[in-house]
């Protein structure tokens, strides 16, 4: 009888230690590193125009003006996590005034875009410069800027005119996408051989002049 009894202990205690070893394998874990595209944000985004404009905004002593210009293409390349390159092609021809409706409206883009006889000079003058382009040459990781996460270094071009331009951008990347937006930025249009009604190069102008600086903001949205 003692030694059913020690038989059964000794079944007893092997079915225990099979079941705890099967448990053991049942719970092992693949440790090995899982892959995913989508958080791999590496490569080249190419900008989609009807998601990505540019705002501008002009001041003079007696108001201001304000409207927008759309983007026609471009692409924005990510290495690690970071912007490292990209062009964003700017259709000059579409400039738009929002402040202004009917025969004001009409008047201010047609003189922006050089359309009046005579007057093709005095801002972009569309017909000869159709384009305009930022280059982004390189760009830097922001910690804890409440304006961007990012500072976007570039070559801003307008009238066949390149100068330095740089800002901040908050970007989001991931699952294929990515997003930028700039808060506002100042650029001289002087820089830029559109002298029309600046102090810098009219006298006597009293309150008839234009601010040399514009403001613009970019919103690029682009997929991978």
């Known amino acids: ?49 009807a998601s990505s ?6 001041f003079k002593p007696t108001g201001t003006h304000n409207g927008i210009v759309p983007i026609s293409s471009g692409t924005i390349t990510v290495a690690d996590g970071n912007i490292t390159g990209g062009t964003i092609e700017i259709d ?5 005034v929002l402040d202004q409706q ?4 009409m008047k201010l883009e047609a003189h922006l ?43 801003l071009t307008i009238k066949d005119i390149s100068k330095p331009v740089n800002f901040k951008a908050r970007v989001n990347m991931g699952d294929g996408k990515l997003s930028a937006t700039t808060p506002e930025f100042p650029v001289d249009r002087t820089e830029y051989d559109i002298k029309f009604k600046s102090q810098k190069f009219f006298n006597n ?12 903001q970019i919103t690029v949205n682009a997929n991978k």
Request: proline content about 4%; some cysteine; charged content about 25%.
């Open 1 to 49: 009888m003692k030694n059913l009894f020690l038989l059964c202990v000794l079944f007893f205690g092997l079915m225990i230690t099979s079941c705890k070893e099967k448990a053991k394998v049942d719970v092992t874990v693949d440790e090995t590193p899982a892959t995913d595209d989508a958080t791999n944000t590496s490569g080249t985004y190419v900008i989609d125009p």
């Open 53 to 58: 404009q540019v705002n501008w905004k002009g």
């Open 113 to 155: 875009k050089g359309k009046d006889p005579g007057k093709e000079e005095d801002f972009f003058n569309v017909d000869k410069y159709p384009k305009a382009t930022y280059v982004v040459n390189s760009a830097s990781v922001l910690n804890n800027d409440p304006d961007g996460t990012h500072m976007i270094n570039g070559t």
């Open 102 to 105: 009917g025969d004001s409206k």
């Open 92 to 96: 000059m021809n579409g400039i738009t």
């Open 205 to 216: 102008l009293r309150d008839d002049f234009i601010n040399d600086e514009f403001k613009l």
